[in-house]
């Protein structure tokens, strides 16, 4: 009997709280700290040059399987990256890419409207990736 | 005829424009409860919800049956002889109480027959045992209005009114009140007031041919609300009777709405009850022992007064 009186009050309460449910397209809400989204290929800031060299570790250690990563010699004799490539159809968002990469080349980005309708869509290449990820947190 | 004509506008006015207030008040508070927005699909923030859910029903197919149009004719006559205030009933007479009851009744058979599909599931289904369920919870309510019937000596509703001009039924009967409101709650919970129904649990309206007869099965089970809630305020919340300077008919609006919304609240409060034997417990072991001790004290008080003359 005391839990039903309890349970009243709380029903009683809600009545006066805020919904915690929003309406989609129309109401927005901020994306919450640290959450993982669509991968992004980092560049770096002096040169706007991709800091990945195409190690292959982030492919290697991906469960999923999705990255497809190839390198290619440049001019000075050390490796650059030539093909990255992201499947968002199997991607499962671990995150295991961005914490084994050893050039802390990738991150998560907020980014993750990533509905379509094609399949073919969902596989980013290196200039999709490489395209500002609204690393700032963004509204929906 | 054209006098109860003008009645009939006027009950049927009253009627739409409650059940609109309450499927609004019903959908908004339930989802303030549940934490969620609600419904917006109109402009001014869901006002015109219960409008486009009644058209989303009409524009479906449907396929009704006799018993659906008994239902949409019993929620109606249900008011024929309840008065909503003092002038607002359409047939005066001494019996409206027993009468109004037999309605409520029949209204609960029909809705059960409605729900069974075949002759063999009516008699075996899971929905017989619900309107079995049902019906037993009116053993207390009628223990209840016995007692009522005796303290106010008459049968019609417009008289039990009047004799609460003083006091309030409820000064007398706390007991009965107490019994008659669990047991009408719960038998609007079988029936769903916010949820959906029990009885008509199994059609849904991804279903074919259910558009007209889903939304004269919800017109029905909302007029027996308004019905249970108008018969709570008549026989022990004084009715239409004025309290102080508010009209009466304003008061009886403000208690038939705190006494809905307190219905919502607690229909939340409680949530699904999937088992019927809790049911059959409270009902045999709490409210009829309850409200037959209630009975027999006041069967026993007039027996003491009017015939030993000991009070």
């Known amino acids: 009997m005391l839990r039903l009186l309890k349970n009243f009050f709380i029903v009683l309460g809600n009545l006066f709280r805020k919904p915690r449910t929003v309406i989609y397209p129309r109401e927005k809400i901020i994306i919450p700290d640290s959450s993982r989204g669509a991968l992004h290929l980092k560049l770096d800031l002096d040169s706007l040059e991709v800091i990945c060299n195409g190690c292959g570790l982030c492919s290697v250690v991906c469960p999923q399987d999705c990255i497809e990563v190839k390198k290619r010699v440049g001019d000075n004799g050390r490796g650059v990256l030539d093909k990255f490539c992201l499947d968002l159809s199997k991607c499962i968002f671990c995150g295991n890419c961005v914490e084994f990469c050893k050039m802390d080349a990738i991150d998560m980005s907020y980014k993750y409207q990533l509905a379509e309708y094609n399949r073919k869509n969902l596989r980013l290449e290196k200039i999709e990736l490489i395209k500002p990820p609204g690393k700032i947190r963004s509204f929906w | ?311």
């Open chain 2, 1 to 311: 005829m054209l006098y109860i004509l003008k009645k009939i506008f006027y009950i049927f006015a009253v009627l739409v424009v409650n059940l609109y207030i309450c499927e609004y008040i019903g959908n908004k508070l339930a989802a303030r409860i549940e934490l969620r927005r609600g419904y917006r699909t109109t402009i001014i923030r869901g006002a015109g919800f219960p409008l486009i859910r009644s058209f989303k029903y009409l524009s479906r197919d449907s396929r009704i049956n006799i018993w659906t149009f008994f239902i949409f004719l019993l929620s109606f006559l249900i008011w024929s002889a309840v008065p909503i205030t003092a002038n607002l009933v359409l047939v005066e007479m001494d019996y409206s109480l027993p009468v109004a009851i037999t309605f409520y009744i029949g209204l609960i058979i029909v809705l059960f027959l409605n729900s069974s599909r075949t002759s063999y599931s009516a008699v075996f289904s899971e929905a017989s045992k619900k309107v079995l369920i049902l019906l037993s919870f009116l053993i207390p309510v009628l223990f209840s209005i016995i007692s009522i019937v005796l303290i106010s000596k008459t049968l019609s509703l417009k008289e039990i009114v009047n004799s609460q001009y003083q006091y309030w039924n409820i000064i007398f009967q706390p007991l009965g009140f107490i019994t008659f409101f669990i047991s009408l709650f719960l038998q609007l919970k079988l029936l769903g007031i916010s949820r959906k129904s029990y009885l008509s649990a199994e059609t849904d309206i991804g279903k074919e041919g259910i558009g007209l007869g889903k939304i004269v099965e919800k017109i029905s089970v909302y007029m027996i609300v308004f019905f249970s809630i108008i018969i709570l305020n008549i026989l022990y919340l004084g009715g239409w009777q004025n309290i102080y300077f508010i009209r009466g008919e304003i008061a009886l609006a403000v208690k038939f709405y705190f006494i809905f919304i307190l219905l919502l609240l607690m229909d939340k409060t409680i949530g699904r009850i999937d088992s019927y034997k809790l049911l059959v417990r409270i009902n045999w072991k709490f409210l009829i022992p309850v409200s037959l001790f209630n009975f027999i004290v006041t069967l026993g008080f007039f027996v003491a007064r009017d015939v030993y003359s000991l009070i």
